[in-house]
């Protein structure tokens, strides 16, 4: 079974600290992993993807199979990153299935 | 072009009523996913189609959950005597072929259970 858990259902940073909202997952196979995220009133939408190795609006997360996480860091909160955030994870096994945690909201503070 | 379109936007209905949510995917777009989130929590899987084929179906919660895609493109997600507890957000996605794609999400149906 696959499984994601985002264990902070509420996170709050000053504006220009780091933050860091985690993920954990179960997988017993090779996974595929995400961030999505959801600005108020808007569509939830990718914010990044493990594979890319890429880092967007300053976010990167980096997989790390021993501890099964994929945690998403930004070394400077700004208040427009304030939004739901959510953890995916895809396997290839089963490419349809996908699983999300129950997200995290973060809210950055002035 | 355009995105991933979800309608209706918000649908009420009585319980034991009939409903039908509809989806048009991104212009090929090979998978196609529909999800369903309860209020504070994450996309609960539903089922999935692989062009007019639907692979998945695991999370149907019961048979009174139906959904088709019969010529690859549009899909609708049907509920058959609609349940209070059905009440929730109902997502569509579609992607392109390969599990390590993202999924570009619609605007999603509020469905209320009277």
């Known amino acids: 079974a696959q499984r994601v858990t985002q264990p902070e259902k509420l996170l709050s940073v000053f504006k220009g600290a780091p933050v860091e909202l985690k993920c954990n997952y179960s997988?017993?196979?090779?996974?595929?992993l995400f961030w999505y995220v959801q600005y108020s009133r808007q569509r939830l939408q990718l914010l990044l993807r493990h594979i890319s190795r890429e880092s967007i609006k300053g976010f990167t997360a980096d997989l790390n199979k021993g501890e099964t996480s994929f945690h998403l860091k930004k070394p400077f909160a700004q208040e427009e990153d304030s939004a739901m955030y959510y953890c995916a994870l895809s396997g290839h096994t089963n490419a349809g299935k996908s699983t999300f945690g129950d997200g995290t909201t973060l809210t950055v503070k002035p | 072009g355009a995105g991933v379109s979800q309608s209706p936007r918000y649908k009420v209905a009585k319980r034991g009523q009939d409903v039908a949510l509809r989806c048009d995917p991104i212009?090929?777009?090979?998978?196609l996913f529909w999800y369903q989130q309860a209020l504070g929590q994450g996309p609960e899987f539903l089922t999935y189609?692989?062009?007019?084929?639907?692979?998945?179906k695991s999370g149907l919660p019961s048979d009174r959950f139906f959904a088709e895609r019969p010529e690859g493109s549009v899909s609708t997600l049907k509920i058959q005597r609609t349940q209070q507890e059905d009440s929730a957000v109902y997502l569509c996605a579609s992607r392109q072929e390969g599990s390590n794609q993202p999924q570009h999400f619609g605007d999603g149906t509020r469905l209320s259970i009277l």
């Open positions: 189609f692989q062009n007019e084929a639907q692979l998945d």
């Open positions: 212009s090929g777009h090979v998978s």
């Open positions: 997988y017993s196979g090779s996974p595929e």
